[in-house]
Every structure is written in structure tokens, then in C-alpha cells.
């Protein structure tokens, strides 16, 4: 016989086995952008982040028009950036919306709702605009409260007099109903209706005993007759009481339907909208209102929202505004608390009022991108607008048609029956009147400043705390555009003034400027549609570090979008003047529109945008690389491994092209055991450089023959 004995091909009990892969380095990039400007609507002063185009039209909306120029609209250009920076081959970018220092959002109260407090008083049920801004002009609510009857026990039984009481529901019925929903209970004709909020539930064989966490009589009635309420009462009816919402904007006459939420519980409907000062969009939620902290304090305290026939639809209590009557580069882009700060104590300054603050401050504009680590581009579309003005609407003048031809007589044969008057002199021409000046600010007509009356001065002292700020945190290069209607003199007086910046002088640990490139002049993308070349430019960078590295220069590299240049034409005599003045300047070649050059508004050996973005790629990969060394044991096989290490990833850049030469000198720890057993490792690193304006002759030399010629 053959004894057969039990195996077991499974798992114990209790013991989970998951089989994974080991976890890998996400690489280090520079190729991520951020963009700063307006936008239609979308969180104030908050990066959100974007791994597509689509996603900026679903938190920020569509184009904003932000004011006019002789009759046409001028618009926000930080929609088109965004963008041509993902048609450009950019994969991933933070978008920050700003707006003048004012900003509000409309607020509305909720027809057919009240709330009612602890003491019976009755309060508007108050909503406002998901995001602040004009973008919720024309916005209405309309709401439709439901009753879904629901079966019941036979007596609604109250506690200890004045404390609420207990329903009781069969299972089935129960299922439907959540944990703070409103319940409408008919006890007859002859005592008041109750409002009721459930609470805790236990279940019996008897069905399922709803807890009351409170009641309230219906309108009409006085709140004391709650203690005139027997202990247990028969029940008629209980209603399970909701409401849907609507929400339309009128829009050129017509509605448009913005959002429908259905089946909302009066007790729980908060959870549909963003909650108060939400700053980064709570996903699922809805995109367009938001609960006030008003109406919200109201429920934590115990509010019931009841319905009320008599709320009828009302106008917004505030309307929504931009706070862009004017344009105030530094008000709108800069925080005030560091906007004055150099490049060596920003980083302190913003630690001290954040990270480092018992209470700390939300930075604004640009500044908020400092708590942001992967990016590597910053640029400011809207920086380049021209400033606007409140100013009268264009004067529609009504011209009259012209008289008729008056009758001839000259051929008089014989006289009509009915003499017929000489015709009435025309009225005289009507000029509209311009508006009152009680007109609400978003009704304002703003007009662009004329050329020659730009201020470049507020919109300089932005891009000296842009360069600050980027030169600062040492790992990002700031994408500055000029203008669009700046031609070469202006261009070449703007360099002069920024590189002559006293807060952007180089000192021996860091030139502020080498984080600084300038780039002219703006991109038409149709006859209608201009923008500044910092998206595309943007997305071109990215998109040639993540093919070739971010080593390689991105310069003559043709961008996708542009059929023109817009503004004023550049002479070549200009372009070698803008060129020598370390702009990058756009230019048609053969495979289209592309820069000439990839330079910082450093000099040497700061020069090459690659030679910069290169060694902030290297020290951010050195610092990611020492944070584990940090606790090591200091002997000599440490020293040799941290020898190793970098010297084989120095070898990996220099074969990859990033590094004409490079070597690793790693000293210490000091021998004397009361020292500090410090490591130091130096790398000495020579970048590589493009080479640029290479001329190549070939002469012919006779039939078939060709011969390279001296270059250059």
C-alpha cells in the first residue's frame, strides 16, 4: 500500500504575498513649464498642475477678453501660451491665474431654501461662484424640491418631552434614506407638520429606528408647538424630502445650461460644491459654485435646510469682478511681502512665511511657484500687454437716409384729386451718449494706452522678481518677451535697463542673470491671433530635452503654430544688433520660424541656455544623489564608493555630449577623530558649447568637382 498523504499548494491564512518590481527613479527634468496670467476663471494664486490642453479649459475656461484696441478685443494670452506649448511637444506644465488684488466671486442666494438656526430664525441659503472673477456674469439657479413618500411604522414617538423623537422604517425603506436627510412628517390635520433630520440607526425585527437629530415645525407655525406635541403620535405620511439644482448663464440672450446636480439630500448637498477656500479644485466636485462660510457655519452649528415656496429667484447679492478695471503689472504678479527681496534672501524670506510661520501667508503671483520643485521654464504671457484705461464706448452715429427727390413739376397737365405736402426735412443726426459712471466694473469699456504713453517700468521691476526668484531657487531660467509693439531701439533699451539692474549683479556664488533669456519678437497664429513666443518657445525647449537632452541648444529649431511674425519688422542690421545684444530673436528660415540663437543675458560662460539648464540639471541630480549619503558611515570604502559613483556618471554625460571634460575630487574625512567626518566632493565639469554662424563654401573646381572652401 502507498500511504497518500495531504499537500497544500496555497496560502496560509492571514498572509498576503505581493509580487512587485523594484521601485525606480523618476529622472530628473527640467523640461517642466509654468505659466502666470489671466485667465477667464480657475483658483487665484494657485499652481495646478496640467499633463494636457484640454485640462486648462476645464479649470480655467476659455479666452478672456481683457480689453480693446481700436474696436478690436484684446485677450488673455495665457490660454493660447498653454496651448502652443503642448503643440510645441511640452508634456507636462503648472498654470498659476492671477488677477488684481481685489478680486471677488458672485454670490447667490439659493431660491426655494432656507436654513434655519438653533433658535428658529431663518436665513438665505447662500452659494457663491466656484472662482472669483466677472467670468459668472448672467449666472441663475433654479431649484425643484421633491417629496418621495416612503413607508412607515404607525406612530412617531418622541423622547423626554422637548428631545427629539424616533421613526420607525421597513428595512427597504430605511436603504433609501442617508444619515442627515430631511424628513417630512404628516401627523394629521390636526397638529403641525414636522421637518425632521435623521441621525444614528439600529436595526429590529420591527424595521429600522431612525434616530431624530431634530425637528421643526412647518412655515405658519409657531416654534412652540413642538412642546405641544404628544409623546407618541400616529403618523399619516413621511416624505423623503430633495431637491435638484440648475444652473444657467444667460449668454448674448440665450441660455445655456452650465451644470444639473439631481437628487440632492438637504442635509448633504455641500458635498457636491467646492468647499470654502478650497484653493486647488476638489475633483468630482462641482466647477462652477461653491458653499459660503456663511451658509456652512450655519450647518456646523445645527442649521436645517428646509424648503420655502416663498424664496423666490433673486439677482446675486455680489456680482463677480477681476479687479482688471486697470492693469497694474506688480499688483497683479508679485507678492507684496517679498517683492523687494535680492536673490540672496528670497529663499529665507519665503521659508520664514510659510514653512517656517505659525501663521503662515499664502504668497501670491509668481511667487508661489517657489513651493513647486520640478519646474524648469517660467514664463508670464500677459506681462506684455500695454496698460488699459476706463474710457467712453465708440460713438455710434445714426446716419439718416436722404430725402426723397422732390417732385418735378415742370410737366404739369392736370391737377390730382388730393394735393400731396412737400416732403419733412430729415431729423438731424443722434450720437449715443456715453455710459454713467455708475456702470459696475466689468460693464467698463477699457481701451489699450497708446503706444507712446507705455510705461515699461511696472512690467520690468515683474521680470527683475521673476529673474530673482528663478536665479534664487538656482534650478529654473525665466522665458522673458518684450512688448509686441516694441521695434529694435526699444528692444535694445530694454536689455540695457534689465542687464543694468543693480538687484541682478553678479556676485561670486551666482550671476542672476545667466537664469534670465529674452526672446522677440511675438508669433501670429492667424491673421486675428498674435501671442508672445514664450509658450512656444517653452514647448520647444521641452520638447528637445526630453529628445536629446537638456544639453543639446535650443536654438534653429522651427516652432509649430506661427504663419507670421507680428510687429514691427526687424532689418538684419537689427537682428546682428539684437544678436550681439544677447536677445533671441525669431526669424523666417526655410523649415519656418525659428530662433537664431539660445542665449541668457549673461556673459560667458553663461552665455549657452544649454550650459546653464545643463549644470542646474547636474546639481539637481547631485543633490538628489547626496541626500542618500547623508547618514552613511564616513570611512574609506565610503569615500571610494561616492569616488565611483560619480565619476561614472560624469563618464555617462560626457559620452552622451554634456561635458567636453570632466573629473571628481572627493576629500576627507579628516583623520583627527575630533573633527567633524565631513565628505566633500568637488566636480569639475567643462560644458559643452553649440557652435553657432558656421559658413561652409564649396567651389567648384571643374565638372563634377567640388571643393570645401575656408569657413568659419
Known amino acids: 500500500m502507498t500511504a497518500c498523504g495531504l499537500t497544500f499548494d496555497g496560502r496560509l491564512p492571514g498572509v498576503v504575498v505581493e509580487a512587485t518590481l523594484p521601485e525606480r527613479e523618476a529622472p530628473v527634468r527640467l523640461d517642466v513649464a509654468a505659466f502666470v496670467g489671466f485667465a477667464e476663471r480657475g483658483p487665484l494664486h494657485t499652481p495646478v498642475a496640467l499633463d494636457d490642453p484640454n485640462g486648462y479649459r476645464t479649470v480655467f475656461g476659455g479666452d478672456l477678453v481683457l480689453a480693446f484696441d481700436d474696436g478690436r478685443p484684446v485677450l488673455a494670452r495665457l490660454a493660447a501660451a498653454v496651448r502652443a506649448f503642448f503643440d510645441n511637444g511640452g508634456r507636462r506644465c503648472w498654470v498659476v491665474r492671477v488677477a488684481g488684488p481685489n478680486a471677488r466671486a458672485a454670490r447667490w442666494p439659493v431660491p426655494g431654501l432656507r436654513v434655519v438656526d438653533l433658535t428658529g430664525v431663518a ?3 447662500i452659494v457663491e461662484a466656484a472662482w472669483a472673477g466677472a467670468w459668472s456674469a448672467g449666472i441663475q439657479l433654479a431649484t425643484s424640491v421633491t417629496r418621495r413618500a416612503l413607508p412607515h411604522g404607525h406612530a412617531y414617538q418622541r423622547i423626554d418631552g422637548d428631545a427629539p423623537g424616533q421613526l420607525v422604517l421597513p428595512i427597504g425603506a430605511a436603504g433609501s434614506v442617508a444619515d442627515g436627510d430631511l424628513l417630512e412628517v404628516d401627523l394629521g390635520a390636526a397638529l403641525p407638520h414636522l421637518y425632521v433630520r435623521t441621525g444614528a440607526r439600529r436595526t429590529t425585527d420591527a424595521g429600522v429606528h431612525l434616530d431624530v437629530l431634530r425637528e421643526l415645525v412647518g412655515p405658519g407655525v409657531e416654534p412652540g408647538a413642538l412642546g405641544e406635541l404628544p409623546s407618541v403620535t400616529p403618523l399619516v405620511s413621511v416624505r423623503l424630502l430633495r431637491f435638484d439644482l440648475r444652473v444657467d448663464q444667460a449668454v448674448d440672450g440665450e441660455a445655456r445650461l452650465l451644470e444639473r446636480h439631481a437628487d440632492l439630500g438637504l442635509g448633504s448637498w455641500p458635498a457636491g460644491f467646492q468647499p470654502p477656500g478650497a484653493e486647488v479644485p476638489v475633483p468630482g466636485r462641482s466647477l462652477v459654485l461653491r458653499t459660503s462660510a456663511d451658509t456652512t457655519a450655519l450647518l456646523a452649528a445645527g442649521g436645517l435646510v428646509v424648503p420655502d415656496a416663498t424664496a423666490t429667484s433673486a439677482p446675486p447679492i455680489d456680482r463677480g469682478d477681476d479687479d482688471l478695471a486697470s492693469f497694474d503689472p506688480v499688483a497683479c504678479f508679485l507678492d507684496p511681502h517679498v517683492a523687494s527681496d535680492t536673490v540672496a534672501s528670497l529663499v529665507a524670506h519665503i521659508d520664514a512665511l510659510t514653512s517656517l510661520s505659525p501663521d503662515p501667508v499664502a504668497l501670491r503671483g509668481i511667487h508661489v511657484l517657489a513651493a513647486v520643485d520640478e519646474v524648469g521654464l517660467v514664463a508670464c504671457p500677459d506681462l506684455g500687454h500695454r496698460q488699459w484705461e476706463p474710457a467712453a464706448p465708440p460713438v455710434e452715429v445714426i446716419v439718416p437716409e436722404p430725402p426723397p427727390e422732390p417732385t418735378d413739376w415742370s410737366d404739369f397737365r392736370c391737377c390730382p384729386s388730393q394735393v400731396s405736402s412737400p416732403p419733412e426735412e430729415a431729423p438731424p443726426a443722434v450720437e449715443t451718449s456715453p455710459p454713467t459712471p455708475s456702470s459696475p466694473p466689468q460693464e467698463l469699456h477699457l481701451e489699450l494706452v497708446d503706444p507712446r504713453a507705455y510705461d515699461p ?28 509693439h ?7 533699451a530694454w536689455q540695457v535697463r534689465l542687464a543694468g539692474e543693480p538687484a541682478l549683479g553678479a556676485d561670486a556664488s551666482v550671476v542672476p542673470l545667466a537664469h534670465a533669456t529674452l526672446w522677440h519678437p511675438w508669433l501670429l497664429l492667424s491673421a486675428d491671433a498674435s501671442i508672445p513666443p514664450d509658450g512656444p518657445v517653452a514647448g520647444m525647449v521641452a520638447a528637445r530635452e526630453l529628445r536629446r537632452g537638456v544639453w543639446v541648444a535650443p536654438a534653429a529649431v522651427p516652432l509649430r503654430g506661427p504663419v507670421a511674425l507680428a510687429g514691427t519688422p526687424l532689418a538684419d542690421a537689427d537682428v546682428r544688433r539684437l544678436f550681439d545684444a544677447h536677445l533671441n530673436v525669431i526669424r523666417q528660415g526655410p523649415n519656418g520660424f525659428a530662433p537664431l540663437s539660445a542665449h541668457t543675458l549673461a556673459d560667458a ?13 547636474l546639481r539637481k541630480l547631485v543633490l538628489r544623489a547626496g541626500r542618500r549619503y547623508v547618514f552613511e558611515v564616513a570611512d574609506d570604502r565610503f569615500v571610494a564608493m561616492v569616488a565611483r559613483r560619480f565619476e561614472s556618471l560624469l563618464a555617462q554625460l560626457t559620452a552622451a555630449g554634456a561635458f567636453h571634460a570632466a573629473r571628481v575630487e572627493v576629500a576627507g574625512p579628516s583623520p583627527d577623530p575630533a573633527a567633524d567626518a565631513q565628505v566633500v566632493v568637488n566636480l569639475h565639469v567643462a560644458p559643452t558649447s553649440p557652435v553657432e554662424f558656421i559658413t561652409i563654401s564649396l567651389l567648384r573646381t571643374g565638372d563634377g568637382l567640388l571643393e570645401l572652401g575656408a569657413g568659419s
Do not use: I
Open 486 to 492: 516694441f521695434d529694435a531701439p526699444d528692444a535694445l
Open 457 to 484: 517700468a511696472p512690467a520690468q521691476r515683474v521680470q527683475v522678481a521673476l529673474v530673482t526668484l528663478c536665479a534664487a531657487l538656482a534650478d529654473r531660467v525665466a522665458l522673458l518677451s518684450l512688448p509686441l
Open 605 to 617: 560662460p553663461w552665455l549657452q541656455l544649454s550650459v546653464r539648464r545643463t549644470v542646474s540639471w
Open 123 to 125: 436665513h438665505e441659503v
